[in-house]
T-cell receptor
Framework: DGGITQSPKYLFRKEGQNVTLSCEQN?????MYWYRQDPGQGLRLIYY???????QKGDIAEGYSVSREKKESFPLTVTSAQKNPTAFYLC????????????FGEGSWLTVV | QKEVEQNSGPLSVPEGAIASLNCTYS??????FFWYRQYSGKSPELIMF????GDKEDGRFTAQLNKASQYVSLLIRDSQPSDSATYLC????????????FGTGTRLTIIP
């Protein structure tokens, strides 16, 4: 089946630890995105990538890092510098540039304990 | 002023009636507009997109765009309990890439 796969679905992290969220797509989409969702705040863009080996910061990139070594993969690392990491993280992808629709994976819930 | 604004609700609509969801945006250069539905604890799923002024219909859903008023709406006809969800409006403010800016969403409840 074609789609966007995020893992893990649920993750608990101790304060001070880095954690990496996986995102893989087999849709042959060029662009990939990471959004964060907190209650009542909608979705906020963390990082996005339009092509392999290139990515740009979104609105809330501090405390996060990404890589885009392969077209189908866009992992997100939540570092210990991120002060409020507990949130719902959504990976998305879109086919090409110029107003195309983005599609979301099922999301990953990260809780800091 | 927020870039994309929605009334957070909750909006309660009787089953079978028309639900009307509204969204305003601040950037006059915005080119494309999207409506997503999000059930509690799930990821957003695309309902409709619209690029041109006027109405666009898809089944029970109609998107309406008025660029002069910087206003986009979603109408849901013959509302069903399964339509109860949060509806997110998204706007492509930076045309040339797919970086969408989302509103905070409107929570819709269909009352049987």
């Amino acid at each position: 089946d074609g789609g966007i796969t995020q893992s893990p679905k649920y993750l608990f992290r101790k304060e001070g630890q880095n954690v990496t969220l996986s995102c893989e797509q087999n849709l042959n989409h060029d662009a990939m995105y990471w959004y964060r969702q907190d209650p009542g705040q909608g979705l906020r863009l963390i990082y996005y990538s339009q092509i392999v080996n290139d990515f740009q910061k979104g609105d809330i990139a501090e405390g996060y890092s990404v890589s885009r070594e392969k077209k189908e993969s866009f992992p997100l690392t939540v570092t210990s510098a991120q002060k409020n990491p507990t949130a719902f993280y959504l990976c998305a992808s879109s086919p090409a540039r110029g107003g195309n629709t983005i599609y979301f994976g099922e999301g990953s819930w990260l809780t800091v304990v | 002023q927020k870039e994309v604004e929605q009334n957070s609700g909750p909006l309660s609509v009787p089953e079978g009636a028309i639900a009307s969801l509204n969204c305003t945006y601040s950037d006059r250069g915005s080119q494309s507009f999207f409506w997503y539905r999000q059930y509690s604890g799930k990821s957003p799923e695309l309902i409709m997109f619209i690029y041109s002024n006027g109405d666009k219909e898809d089944g029970r859903f109609t998107a309406q765009l008025n660029k002069a008023s910087q206003y986009v709406s979603l109408l849901i006809r013959d509302s069903q309990p399964s339509d109860s969800a949060t509806y997110l409006c998204a706007v492509n403010i930076d045309f040339g890439n797919e970086k969408l800016t989302f509103g905070t969403g409107t929570r819709l409840t269909i009352i049987p």
